[in-house]
């Protein structure tokens, strides 16, 4: 599996926009890459996944650059409850998923 | 719809007793993971099972961690005898392939 580097924390303010960018210079070419939430006592939570170019839903959008070497997470017009631990992962076809540690991501009113 | 329901929410023991976890998957889901969280670090992965077979033990520490998944559809985890180190997150996953995947909510093993 891929290993991926993501930064250790980021800090923010209500209303912005947080940007988390998560490198696999391994990627392989059938691996996907998905990124996960968790809150403390909490089990993970499935986030966004793509494969290329960009992909949104209601909670964020992810951005593939063409080589996938990266990518980045964007949630938009951030809340308190946003503060949370965001995993970058690169799943293969069996969809092992390897954690890293995360980027905390601490939400300031 | 239930999410994954894992059983008991917390724990404490001595060391070198006995502990078992219990996990309901989501109904239909095939494949269910037993991972283990540290304070601080991502889950990683103990064991993987398609329905009842297990196809991914290879960091699961065999001489005193077991698991099973009667019938393909809950499944046990068991620390026999428990050791300090072994305090953690014990997470639940189940998924349909690579569909659904979906956690639990862990439970807190605190071995004293």
């Known amino acids: 599996l891929a290993k991926t580097t993501q930064p250790i924390s980021m800090d923010s303010y209500e209303g912005q926009e947080v940007n988390i960018t998560c490198s696999h210079n391994n990627i392989a070419t059938n691996d996907y890459i998905t990124w996960y939430q968790q809150f403390p006592s909490q089990g993970p939570r499935f986030i966004i996944q793509g494969y290329k170019t960009k992909v949104t839903n209601e909670v964020a959008s992810l951005f593939i650059p063409a080589d996938r070497k990266s990518s980045t997470l964007s949630l938009p017009r951030v809340s308190l409850s946003d503060t949370a631990v965001y995993y970058c992962l690169v799943a293969d076809n069996d969809y092992k998923l390897s954690f890293g540690a995360g980027t905390t991501v601490t939400v300031r009113a | 719809e239930a999410g994954v329901v894992q059983s008991p929410r917390y724990k404490i023991i001595e060391k070198k007793q006995p502990v078992a976890f219990w996990c309901n998957p989501i109904?239909?889901?095939?494949?269910l993971y037993w991972y283990l969280q540290n304070l601080g670090q991502g889950p990683e992965l103990l064991i993987r099972?398609?329905?009842?077979?297990?196809?991914?033990d290879s960091q699961l520490p065999k001489d005193r961690f077991s698991a099973e998944r009667l019938k393909g559809v809950d499944s046990t985890l068991k620390i026999q005898p428990a050791e300090l180190g072994d305090s953690a997150v014990y997470l639940c996953?189940?998924?349909?392939?690579?569909?659904?995947?979906?956690f639990g909510s862990g439970t807190r093993l605190t071995v004293v």
């Open positions: 099972y398609e329905n009842e077979e297990a196809v991914d």
């Open positions: 996953a189940s998924s349909r392939g690579r569909d659904g995947y979906t």
């Open positions: 109904s239909g889901h095939n494949t």
